[in-house]
């Protein structure tokens, strides 16, 4: 949520920024604005709605042309999405601009003290009392990072603060914590931004900031220090995809096209991953094999979709490895005293690794001597540069709100940290982890065939377009493939959808099946698991028998449903514990094929945004 630019080099920096934002867009916004340094004075815009309405103020009122400016999209927290809550704000004389991601907890403090020393806040946000605490620090340092720093030991909360000076103007100074910020170096210039996306035009090199620092760009490069004004080390690295990748290319919809790239996503999160001697590895891990061999329990931490491959992952887990594996969500996990120790190993999941709920507990095991292994798509980010051990989606950009191929690559690395943990813990053979990692390898192409043959599906959303209802249902890992079907029609269609594990049928959920009711199936194979086929079965007839539309996913050769289901999905065969890579694709489709004939907007769904970077 919120984005970010700031840009000081010798292009004009109203063009350079605002091109950013628009690579920002999917991180989901309700108002945009940006300053411009130039003629040895500030100039600013701001207006609410989406990016076209601030264009439309810069046609109406041009702002002065400058090679240093900042750049901001709202989602709202402080105030509703107004032209005045807008970013960015300025300070009573107008020589300060700052924008801001992140909720600074005791700006209301602040914004008391301010006003009894005669300071006008003209917005509700909490974002406004920076810019006036800066002009006050300025005053007395001619220095913006200098007050910058003195601004930030005052504040409580996370927050990334981006802010310009007209006495400065050939400086950006930004400030994180526990909110992200990346700079990207070029020839002769350099960029802020909350991520690469807005520079990887310009450059692909970048540079991670660290928690509580604070960065002053000139022309001629950086210069990181903490908030105490000590000198800090920075990593710099290379950004491995370039802009095209974060483009339509030909797709009405950036979540087509990421729906269509899942199978070369779920081949590059396998590659590289055994090893000269045949044995799998992960990007980075600094846990010893005899700490992982020590751990007695593995809890796996998530919001959203990442929860759903959580979930997913503790099947594999506890079947591969035996031990205990419990799948919390980050948002509640800390307030509720969780059991933890030096032998608990913790999983965090996000695809940004900035999600703030997961990120906070994270520390919170750490701080009870856990370890943590991060399953991230995004390189240099906050929860893996804070983690034990790292794996990396390579899933590339994702730009659409609604994840899809970045929950198809989380799944293929949670089997991978399963099978690794086997493979340390002894648990399984050499030669069985490869019949997986064969297995693993075919899904690519399983998938391939699976967006080959959705056009029935795509049809079938389209008929139910006028529905108010769709119910799912699943056993086993078609569970939380139900979960994940529902949540992506919520997201997209904005219509109410539940997931259900199917054994609980008829301790509730039965009562919500009437007359037509679209319920969406999730048979597991009757290959293996048979038991668990035959339950469900009794399922689809038992909700068929109540006036049910059923709607059946179900593998090649399982004629037993057929009889039951009002419209049949097929898909390929897999190992039982694989089968959520290709039952999940077909529901992605549906949701987004009924979100386009509902009409909606379906890279930014209303209300959301791609990156949750607050509590």
């Given amino acids: 949520m919120c984005g970010i630019v700031g840009y000081v080099g010798s292009q004009s920096a109203l063009e350079v920024v ?34 076209v309405n601030l264009e439309k103020e810069l046609g109406a009122r041009p ?35 700052v924008v801001h991601n992140g909720i600074i907890e005791n700006f209301a403090v602040l914004r008391a003290e301010l006003a009894e020393r005669g300071h006008e806040l003209s917005s509700e946000t909490d974002t406004e009392v920076v810019a006036h605490l800066l002009a006050e620090e300025f005053s007395g340092t001619a220095d913006l990072a200098e007050a910058m720093r003195l601004v930030c030991r005052r504040l409580e909360g996370a927050f990334t603060l981006v802010a ?8 950006v100074v930004g400030a994180r914590r526990n909110s992200p910020l990346v700079v990207g170096i070029g020839e002769g210039e350099a960029f802020l931004a909350s991520d690469v996306a807005a520079f990887i035009a310009h450059t692909r090199s970048a540079v991670e900031l660290g928690q509580d620092q604070v960065v002053e760009l000139r022309r001629d490069g950086v210069t990181v220090t903490g908030f105490d004004g000590r000198p800090a080390e920075v990593r710099s690295y290379h950004v491995d995809w370039d802009a095209s990748a974060a483009e339509k290319a030909g797709y009405d919809y950036f979540m087509l096209k990421e729906i269509a790239e899942q199978p070369k996503a779920v081949a590059d999160t396998l590659l590289g991953r055994i ?6 590895t992960l990007d980075e891990v600094r ?29 594999a887990i506890e079947h591969w490895t035996r031990i205990p594996c419990e799948v919390e969500l980050a948002s509640e996990f800390r307030y509720r005293d969780p059991i933890l120790g030096p032998r608990s190993l913790v999983i965090a999941i996000s695809q940004s690794g900035e999600t703030m709920d997961t990120l906070m507990a994270l520390r919170h095991a750490r701080e009870q001597g856990s370890k943590v292994l991060a399953i991230c798509n995004t390189n240099g980010s906050t929860i893996p540069r804070e983690s034990d051990a790292v794996l990396y989606t390579h899933a590339g950009p994702e730009v659409a709100v609604a994840s899809t191929k970045a929950f198809l690559t989380q799944l293929v690395a949670c089997y991978l940290v399963a099978l690794y943990l086997g493979q340390v813990r002894g648990t399984k053979w050499a030669d069985e982890i490869r019949a997986v990692i064969r297995d693993l390898a075919q899904i690519s192409g399983q998938v391939e065939r699976v967006l080959e043959t959705m056009e029935p599906v795509r049809a079938l959303a389209r008929s139910l377009a006028d529905k108010k209802t769709v119910l799912f249902l699943g056993r086993h890992v078609g ?17 109410h959808a539940e997931g259900f594990a199917a054994g609980e049928l008829k301790h509730g959920p039965i009562a919500l099946v009437e007359e037509d009711l679209p319920v969406v199936v999730v048979v597991p194979s009757p290959r293996g698991r048979s038991v668990l086929h035959d339950k469900i079965v009794s399922n689809i007839q038992e909700i068929r028998a109540r006036g049910a539309r059923t709607i059946v996913i179900a593998e090649e050769g399982d004629e037993a ?55």
């Avoid at 091109?19 to 100039?43: F, I, T």
């Avoid at 090893?275 to 799998?280: E, F, N, R």
């Avoid at 569970?479 to 219509?495: D, F, H």
């Fill in 275 to 280: 090893d000269a001697a045949g044995s799998l």
């Fill in 561 to 615: 449903v057929a009889p039951y289901a009002d419209h049949l999905v097929r898909i390929p065969a897999t190992p039982v514990l694989l089968q959520p890579l290709v039952a999940t694709v077909p529901l992605q489709v549906f949701a987004c094929e009924l979100a386009t004939a509902r009409g909606n907007e379906v890279d930014q769904p209303r209300n959301l945004a791609k990156s949750v970077t607050v509590e």
């Fill in 63 to 97: 702002l002065p042309t400058g090679p240093t400016g900042i750049g901001h999209t709202r989602w709202a927290t402080h105030g509703g999405p107004t032209d005045a809550n807008a970013h960015p704000h300025l300070d009573n004389a107008g020589r300060v601009a």
């Fill in 479 to 495: 569970y939380p493939v139900a979960l994940e079907g529902a949540l992506k029609l919520k997201e997209l269609a904005y219509m």
């Fill in 164 to 171: 310009v000076h007209a006495d400065e103007p050939d400086v």
């Fill in 287 to 315: 846990i010893g094999a005899a700490e992982l061999r020590e751990a007695d329990k593995v809890v796996i931490v998530a919001c959203g979709t990442a929860f759903h491959a959580g979930l997913i992952a503790k099947y």
């Fill in 18 to 51: 605002m091109a950013g934002l628009k690579r920002l867009e999917y991180r989901g916004y309700d108002s945009a604005g940006v300053a411009v340094l130039a003629d040895g004075g500030l100039a600013a815009a701001k207006k609410a709605g989406k990016l």
